[in-house]
């Protein structure tokens, strides 16, 4: 599934080719992509629209439309969703489930080959992603917050920084390799990492997708952004030595998700037991 950095790639693509541009039209090929209205309602309200600005929100893809009353348009990529411009002329693929007709020749396609991709038309953007957390890239998140985040929850770290009701944005992928990164077990207890690691995982959180945006990120699977040119460190590389001990890279299940890992940099550690302890029985 296309992540933060695949997804703000995919932002920059469409901000410089139609920023300014009206939408004439709309053609639906799978009903089921438009999640808030039938297709018949979609076209009446984004034909005729202009797309003042196309900006992210976690792994959301927004279009800020200007017509009759302020309407924004949210796209989740899913599993194999993809966003291009093309020429109106362009051959069409059986897989385009949206096309979105802009003035001037030129369109808006939402490919998507397992229809899980799906388009939300609102007037508050709050519908669709109210309830998102931090993003990750904002001065906002801090490593004092990053802190904040992990002493409320005794969960496993790596669900607590998938949950994108705490931090948007993060995925699979790179969540295994800022953990690789500050050298925290997956399943590390989130409120028992210690200050110093917390510090560690924040900076690699910062760096790692500031790197993979500007690759366009990873090529890995459906839907990533074409040409992608991240590569991952640890993500994919089971039975792989790792880069800073030469250990195998192990692969286990956490959270329902492949989780990827070197056994020797990132050891699991156990919380504390809170049991009290007795003195022996005085003789």
Not at 188 to 199: G, M, Q, S
Request: glycine share 8%; aromatic share 6%.
């Amino acid at each position: 599934m296309p992540e933060l950095p695949e997804v703000e790639s995919t932002v920059r693509h469409l901000r410089e080719r139609v920023e300014g541009l009206t939408i004439t039209g709309a053609t639906i090929g799978w009903a089921r992509t438009i999640h808030t209205h039938t297709p018949k309602k979609f076209v009446e309200l984004v034909e005729g629209a202009t797309i003042r600005e196309v900006f992210r929100r976690g792994k959301f893809v927004g279009l800020q439309l200007i017509s009759k009353s302020p309407l924004f348009l949210f796209i989740h990529l899913r599993m194999s969703g993809s966003l291009d411009v093309v020429s109106v002329e362009s051959e069409p693929s059986p897989h385009d489930r949206v096309v979105l007709l802009l003035k001037g020749g030129k369109s808006i396609r939402f490919n998507d080959t397992r229809k899980f991709g799906r388009m939300y038309l609102c007037e508050d953007p709050a519908e669709v992603v109210g309830t998102l957390g931090v993003e990750p890239l904002d001065e906002s998140f801090t490593q004092e917050i990053l802190r904040e985040i992990s002493r409320s929850r005794s969960g496993a770290i790596k669900p607590l920084l998938l949950n994108q009701n705490v931090i948007a944005g993060l995925g699979n992928i790179y969540v295994d390799e800022v953990l690789w990164k500050a050298s925290i077990h997956p399943l590390t207890p989130a409120d028992t990492v210690p200050p110093e690691k917390i510090a560690r995982l924040h900076q690699a959180i910062k760096e790692t997708l500031t790197e993979a945006i500007s690759l366009a990120g990873t090529d890995f699977g459906d839907g990533v952004v074409y040409g992608g040119m991240y590569r991952p460190l640890v993500y994919g590389r089971d039975g792989d030595p790792c880069d800073r001990c030469q250990s195998d890279i192990e692969k286990i299940v956490v959270a329902q998700r492949g989780t990827h890992f070197c056994p020797a940099c990132q050891k699991k550690t156990r919380r504390r037991s809170t049991s009290r302890a007795y003195p022996a029985k005085l003789r």
